[in-house]
């Protein structure tokens, strides 16, 4: 499948990476949901993975570097000039052609608080939109079900397809 790296692509990663680090905030805020929260944030965080990893694949990366973010390595993924993702270097299996030097970017580095209200799209319309280009984010879960309070509940996104 063809994919068009346009802005509602880009809004799309974006809101889905945010909402990720939005899951992990909840995740340490609330201990009766800690194992849903993490467990979505996990499994957003390996969506934007293998969207990555499918347009390094199809070649429609601007570009990639190395980065090093205190003490530990990043590969950035460029999809235009000024729009990156970072994915930890060790949770990528394959061998990726990188000969390039590692950047060390720690002193510009920060972590922010990140509001829902921020972001350009909604959680379920940026999952429906990334659907239509790859798989449900649903075939990607790190886990299918996690236990909230002595009850099971499913993880993924019940109005996707899986």
Not at 131 to 158: A, C, R
């Amino acid at each position: 499948m063809s994919i068009c790296i346009n802005k509602q692509f880009i809004d799309a990663l974006y809101t889905i990476n945010k909402l990720a680090k939005i899951y992990e905030q909840q995740s340490t805020k609330n201990v009766y949901l800690s194992n849903f929260t993490s467990a979505r944030k996990d499994s957003l965080y390996n969506y934007k993975k293998i969207i990555l990893l499918e347009l390094y694949n199809q070649d429609k990366l601007y570009d990639y570097e190395i980065h090093r973010i205190k003490n530990n390595l990043f590969i950035c993924f460029y999809l235009t000039k000024n729009y990156n993702f970072h994915i930890p270097k060790k949770q990528i299996k394959k061998e990726l052609d990188i000969n390039k030097s590692i950047i060390d970017i720690s002193h510009s580095y920060s972590k922010t608080i990140i509001n829902e209200n921020n972001l350009p799209m909604s959680e379920k319309r940026a999952l429906v939109f990334l659907q239509k280009k790859f798989e449900s984010i649903n075939n990607y879960l790190v886990t299918d079900f996690v236990t909230v309070n002595f009850k099971k509940k499913y993880i993924g996104w019940e109005y996707l397809e899986n």
